[in-house]
């Protein structure tokens, strides 16, 4: 299970450098679509899916 965790990391690190580069993704979006990427992959569920994202990102744009 640690290696299949390893590999679907460094997949999403993949999918950010060439999100960004090669389609000209915006860094915000790019890290999104390899955030979910990873998260469904691991399996977490769709509910601490959510949840997490929206307590992470609110976290960082909720400060000033």
Request: hydrophobic share 60%.
């Amino acid at each position: 299970m640690d290696t299949y965790l390893l590999l679907i990391t460094l997949l999403a690190i993949v999918i950010v450098i060439l999100g960004v580069s090669v389609f000209k993704w915006h860094a915000f979006i790019s890290l999104l679509v390899a955030s979910a990427f990873l998260a469904i992959c691991s399996g977490m569920p769709w509910d601490k899916i959510v949840s997490s994202y929206e307590a992470g990102v609110g976290s960082v744009l909720g400060h000033n």
